[in-house]
């Protein structure tokens, strides 16, 4: 018995979910999107699954073409808005290459006292990098390691912006010193 399109579909994101949510994280500048831009990106392979999807022979390939014409997209309105309005949206990064070795427990720490929307409004409050580094360490589980190939980084660099940016969350969450 041939499955149904909706029992194909929820096989292939059970799948590639991960991947996909990693490669449009690494490339996309503003994590408020990312969302958005995976949504749409499974939209489109709903469709395109509907209609024919007898040529489709790698659907992880398939995917990340379909999420770099989403954030095409996302970039081609972005650089719109920004010549509208003449704006400068980048941040730049002011980055310590050496950081002891701390063991940080952000959900014993932080979660105790506040719930996860103010944690997470916390993390988009920061800068970009810190964003990536932060959901990509938590949500996906990935190594420091892991973390900086993927983001073309030194370890030492994203330890740091990990630990600053905890830091400075705990601090904005908690109040006060964030070491206590």
């Given at each position: 018995m041939k499955e149904s399109i909706n029992e194909q579909f929820n096989k292939i994101y059970d799948s590639t979910y991960h991947d996909v949510l990693k490669f449009?994280?690494?490339r996309c500048d503003n994590l408020s999107?990312?969302?958005e831009i995976v949504q749409d990106t499974y939209l489109n392979l709903y469709k395109q699954l509907k209609k024919d999807n007898s040529y489709i022979n790698n659907y992880n390939s398939f995917l990340k073409k379909l999420a770099k014409n989403e954030l095409f997209k996302y970039y081609n309105v972005k650089n719109k808005f920004k010549t509208i309005f003449n704006i400068s949206l980048d941040t730049g990064l002011d980055i310590m290459e050496n950081i002891e070795d701390v063991e940080i427990n952000i959900e014993e720490d932080?979660?105790?006292d506040y719930d996860l929307e103010n944690i997470w409004n916390a993390i988009k409050r920061q800068n970009l990098i810190t964003q990536k580094v932060i959901t990509l360490y938590y949500?996906?589980?990935?190594k420091f390691s892991e973390i900086a190939n993927f983001l073309n980084?030194?370890?030492?660099?994203?330890k740091a912006i990990l630990y600053r940016g905890v830091k400075k969350i705990k601090?904005?969450?908690i109040g006060g010193n964030a070491n206590e």
């Open positions: 449009v994280i690494s999107y990312v969302e932080i979660a105790k949500l996906e589980d990935m980084a030194n370890e030492s660099t994203i601090e904005e969450l």
